[in-house]
């Protein structure tokens, strides 16, 4: 599964310095949620590299045939701010917004 860092508009991508993003990730009928780590993707094409990318991966074999479930990001640094707990639904999703 691919994760894309995008900014407020979901015009552009962001590039972001973090090497991991952690993910409680939760299919409907599990009693407990499962831990997602994505990793950073190096694009030579655009030169982002790990540490500085937009784009990160991680294999879920575990998911069912239609791809669903609820989750959670455990921390997640955009430029200056942290986000912690930002739940969401997959393929729905949910857009963060700072108020």
């Not at 993910?23 to 030579?44: D, I, M, N, T």
Request: proline letters at 4%.
């Amino acid at each position: 599964m691919l994760l894309y860092v995008l900014d407020g508009c979901l015009e552009h991508f962001v590039r972001i310095s973090q090497l991991e993003i952690r993910l409680l990730a939760q299919k409907e009928g599990a009693e407990e949620p499962r831990e997602v780590v994505f990793l950073p993707q190096a694009q030579r094409a655009t030169g982002e590299t790990e540490g500085n990318t937009s784009m990160f991966a991680a294999e879920i074999d575990w998911l069912p045939e239609d791809g669903t479930f609820k989750g959670e990001f455990v921390s997640l640094t955009i430029g200056e701010k942290t986000f912690t707990g930002v739940t969401f639904a997959y393929p729905e999703g949910h857009e963060i917004h700072e108020h």
